[in-house]
């Protein structure tokens, strides 16, 4: 017996890079699409910044909707190889679903103000000047390290783990695992600390020494905040998304098999 189909409305988003203006031209036509705001799923064209872009539209609207991306930009770790002569309408049926959560941050500048971000791959904390940052890391409810002298430091989820985290020499984590990865940039003191893997249920709290002086900026994904005094961060469970990955070609055996690239 054929299951049915749960994404019969779908919509289509594409970047504005010119292969992904090329594929929507191809695409437009093969599918009755619809407004994202009334879709089952949506398409994403391009590469993994562009996914970003449109989960975070996503979760700033309050409705979060299945993404199913095909890899029109560079690396496109979130998406789907594009293939040729398969209709898309039957690989969205058959996709699998992978749930991602991301991180909740809440952020206090120098001046008192105070800001609530979503990162989905990682949050970064890094030197704004020449100068060295100074950070206390606290987990849980206690301090850790009182001074972690760095170019920064950055907390990734599962899903961010293989990006920036990676290039800084952070763990992959598996998708279910549950873990976040706390990984220094450049740390000079403690010179040999390589950083921690942590339980996503224990809250993160980095706070900034001497900030007049070392000023430091965060990184949410996309959004860039700056004169950082502190943030406190935690995973939220209550707003995932999801994304559908082709059979034998889902996030979690991306991760799996990007352990083993020599």
Request: glycine residues 6%; aromatic residues 4%.
């Amino acid at each position: 017996m054929t299951q049915p189909n749960p994404y019969e409305r779908l919509a289509l988003a594409a970047s504005d890079t010119l292969r992904a203006q090329e594929a929507h031209e191809r695409l437009v036509d093969q599918h009755d699409w619809v407004p994202i705001d009334q879709a089952d799923a949506v398409v994403v064209l391009g590469g993994d910044g562009f996914m970003l872009q449109v989960l975070h539209s996503m979760l700033d609207s309050g409705r979060v909707i299945p993404a199913y991306g095909l890899n029109l930009g560079t690396v496109g770790f979130l998406m789907n190889r594009t293939r040729k002569n398969v209709s898309l309408g039957s690989r969205i049926a058959k996709a699998r679903e992978t749930a991602v959560a991301p991180l909740r941050i809440q952020a206090v500048t120098q001046e008192g103000e105070h800001h609530e971000m979503c990162a989905i791959n990682e949050l970064s904390l890094l030197r704004e000047t020449r100068q060295t940052a100074k950070i206390e890391v606290s987990v849980g409810d206690r301090v850790r390290i009182e001074e972690l002298v760095c170019d920064g430091v950055l907390v990734a989820t599962p899903a961010g783990s293989t990006a920036y985290n990676l290039s800084a020499n952070g763990p992959i984590l598996p998708l279910d695992s549950k873990l976040l990865a706390l990984t220094p940039i450049s740390a000079f003191r403690p010179r040999h600390w390589r950083g921690a893997i942590l339980p996503e249920r224990s809250p993160i709290r980095l706070r900034i020494k001497e900030p007049q002086k070392r000023p430091v900026l965060a990184v949410a994904d996309q959004k860039e905040l700056r004169d950082i005094a502190e943030v406190s961060l935690e995973i939220a469970r209550d707003s995932e998304l999801t994304l559908l990955f082709d059979p034998h070609h889902a996030l979690d055996e991306r991760i799996v098999a990007e352990q083993f690239v020599t």
